[in-house]
C-alpha cells in the first residue's frame, strides 16, 4: 500500500506538469523555420516577406538570374537581403529569444510595430510587419518574347506581386525584354509596366502595359501584353521553368501569343530562372 501511494503521487505529479505545459503553450513538436526576406527592385518595389527556407533560395536564384541577363533600358534589377532564421509558432507570431525578466510580472512595452510584451518569451506578430504577397520574379533569356520568327533567345527580367486577398488588378512590378546591346537578329527592348496578376500553384498569369519600346519591338509600344510562366524548380530541376507573352485586349485580360492560341507557357527558359510564390 505505501507503494501504491507513492507511486500515484508520482502519476499526479506527471499529470500536472503535462498540463502545466499545455497552459504555457510549449508547442509538441519543432515549427518549421522562415526567414525575414526583403525584395528590393528597381522599380521601386520594396517587399517585406516571411518565407521558409527552400522558398528563400528560389527568390535568391531568380534574382541572380536577372543579373546575368541584363533586359531593358535601363535593365531591371533586384536584391534580397535575408535576416537570421526564426522560428514560427502556432499562435501565427515568430519568436525572437527566449529572454527571462528578472521580475516575474510581466511588463508592456511600446514600440515602432505595436506592443511588446515581456514574459518568459518575447514574440512578435508576422502580419503586422510582414505583409504577405503572391509574387513572380526571374530572369534569363528565352524565344518567341516579342520577337517571333525563330530568333535565338532574348533576355528578359520579371518582377510581379500582389497582395494577398488583393484584386488580380492591383499588382505591380516590371517586365523588360530585350537590352540596347545588340541582340543577334531580334534587335531592340521593350520595357512595361506590370497591372493584374494571378498566381495559381507554380503557375502565374499576369498582364502589363508596354510603356517603352525599340527596334523590332517598337509595335508593341503603348499596348498591353499578357505573359504566362511555370516554376518546374530550380535551375537544377529536371525539366526547365516555361514562359510566353502575347497580345491582349486589355488589363487582366486573357491573350494571344504568336501562334494564334491562348498564351500559355510554353518556351523553356535557359541561361535562368523563374520563382512563382503564391502566399498561404
Known sequence: MRYSRSLRRTTLLVVSATLAALVVGIPTAAPADVQEVTLTCSDGTNLNLALDVASVVQLTDAVNSMALNPAGDPPLTCGVVTASPLQSVASGSRQLAAWRPHSSTPRTR???TGTFKTSAVATRTLSSDNPTYDYVVGGGK?????????????????????????????????FNVGSPATNVGCKGHLSSKVDCLVVVGTTAHLTAYVTQAT??????????IDVAV???????????????????AGQCLQGTDAQGGPTAPDQPVTNGNVSVHRAG
Not at 152 to 165: D, I
Not at 215 to 224: C, M, R, Y
Not at 230 to 246: C, E, K, M, R, Y
Open 110 to 112: 511600446k514600440g515602432l
Open 230 to 248: 511555370q516554376d518546374n524548380g530550380t535551375p537544377s530541376a529536371v525539366l526547365p521553368d516555361l514562359i510566353n507573352d502575347g497580345n491582349t
Open 215 to 224: 527596334g523590332q519591338f517598337a509595335g508593341l509600344q503603348d499596348t498591353e
Open 142 to 174: 528565352a524565344t518567341n518574347l516579342g520577337c517571333f520568327g525563330g530568333f535565338p533567345p532574348v533576355p528578359f527580367g520579371l518582377n510581379a506581386h500582389v497582395r494577398a486577398g488583393d484584386l488580380p488588378a492591383t499588382a505591380s512590378g516590371t
